[in-house]
Each structure stands twice: as C-alpha cells, then as structure tokens.
C-alpha cells in the first residue's frame, strides 16, 4: 500500500512539472522568439504575432513620397555598395570636363552634368564637344539653365519654360539620343508649384564644395575644397561642384582618390536615385 502511494505521488509531482513546463512553453510561443545566429550573421528577432513588423516598415520608408513632394530622404538604390554622386554645375568648358571625365573613367567612374544651354550651343566655351566627350565616357547630361540669369522661384511663368526647352534642345541637337530625367534650378532656388509640374526630377545637393568660392591660386583653396566635400560626404551623398574651374579639377583628381580609397563608388544621379521621378525635389539618395 506504501509503495502505491508513493508511486501514486511521484505520478503527481512528474505530472505537475510537465504541466508547468507545457504553459511556459505555450507563453513564450505567444511572445517574441530570439534566435541566437552563428557568428557573421545578425540577431534576428521575430514576432510570431506580426511577422512582417520589419518589412512594413521598410516598405513604408521607401514608399514615403512626402505629399509636398519633396524627397530629401528618398532612399538609394541598395547595391551593398557605398556610393555617391557627383555633380557638376554651369558648364560645359572644353578643357575643364573633359579632364573631369578623364580623372573619372580613370576608376570607372561616372557624373552627372548640369549644363547651360548656351554654353551648349554658343562659342564661349566651346561646350557642344565637351558635352559629347562627356556623354561618350557614359556620363549623364541634364539641364541646368540657358542663360544662368533667372532665379525659377523669381522669373515668370514663360523665362522658366524658355530656360528650360532651350536647354533642352541644345542637349538634343548634339546629342540626339539623349535621355534628359533631371533638372537643377540655378541656385536651387523653385517654388513648390513648379516642383510639382515640371516633366524633370528636380535635384538638388546635400553635400557644397563651395568651389566657386575658392577659384584662387594656390594649393590651400584646393584643399579647402577636397575637406569642405570629404568632411561631410557619406554613403547615398549628391556633391555639388563646378566644372569651369581649374581649382574644380585639382579638387577632383584628389576627392576621387580618397573616395576610391575609401570604398565609394561614383555613380550618376540617376544610378544613385534609382528610379528619380518628375515632379519630385531629391537633394539625397
């Protein structure tokens, strides 16, 4: 009879503890499960109750056209790649971007040039070749302004459509296949309303190399050049310079040495953006 109930209560106490085990198992099923990964991979923890918490939140992110339809956080193009654009303002110069593009198709790199339009079709810097050599090594070609004298958030209504059709058919008269996306206003300076309407992504910059500010002789201006851009550049940065200025180019050759030696890639606008789309300000990636 002893030996029963003792076998009877040792029933009792294994059963219990299986109970008790059984409904701490079932809590932590209805909480968050950490599964520890192997070294080199990341810690990924998962909500049994809302698997796709993550992926919402990354499609919300990318999906997130701000309804004033500026897009300064637009994300970039996701490459596992550290990469930047470079642009240059105000040209084409015949001697200055087509050393530009040579310092550039040295690493295989490319840029995006914001031109004006009679300096495409005119004569004072012999533009029209330059512009060709530039789009020949892969470059991309956008529209800048025709004159560089008309603020787009100041002049009327018709000097703003003339700046930017006149451009763009100095663009296409020497480059008939050319795919113009993108527009820079001179200065950066647009109102909302035209933002809105214009067929061009508008794109402006994150990172100022203030180049036309330091056009002087001397290596100290060119130095000043190359840390006013590798002290703020980062992965998905646009970096605004000039191309009709010695001192740009000097800058160039050792901003692309550093950003080579420091794993960026140089890309164009559009590469960097991804999909850039019309009616839409991007000052980043």
Partial sequence: MNTLTKAFKTFIRIFTLLLALSLLLVSCEEEKIHFPLEDGDANVTVDKNNKNDKNKGENNNNNNNNSNNNADDAPVSNTGKKRVAITYDDGPHVTRTKLIVDELDKYGFNATFFVIGNRVDGSAY???????????????????????????????????????????????????????????????????????????????????????????????????????????????????????????????????????????????????????????????G
């Fill in 126 to 284: 012999d533009g029209s070749s330059a512009l060709k050599y530039a789009a020949g090594k892969g470059n991309e070609i956008a529209i800048h302004a025709y004159t560089h004298e008309n603020y787009y958030n100041e002049c009327s209504d018709k000097t703003y459509e003339k700046e930017l059709s006149l451009t763009y058919d100095a663009i296409k008269e020497e480059i008939p296949d050319a795919d113009i996306k993108l527009m820079r206003p001179v200065g950066g300076a647009i109102t909302q309303e035209r933002i809105e309407s214009c067929k061009y992504s508008v794109v402006l910059w994150n990172v100022d190399s203030l180049d036309w500010k330091y056009k002087g002789e001397g290596k100290e201006n060119v130095d000043t050049i190359v840390s006013n851009v590798m002290s703020s550049v980062k992965d998905g940065s646009i970096i605004l310079m000039h191309d009709i200025h010695e001192n740009t180019y000097k800058a160039t050759v050792e901003i692309l040495k550093q950003l080579d030696a420091q794993g960026y890639e140089v890309v164009t606008v559009s590469e960097l953006l991804g999909n850039p789309r019309p009616g839409v300000r991007y000052s980043r």
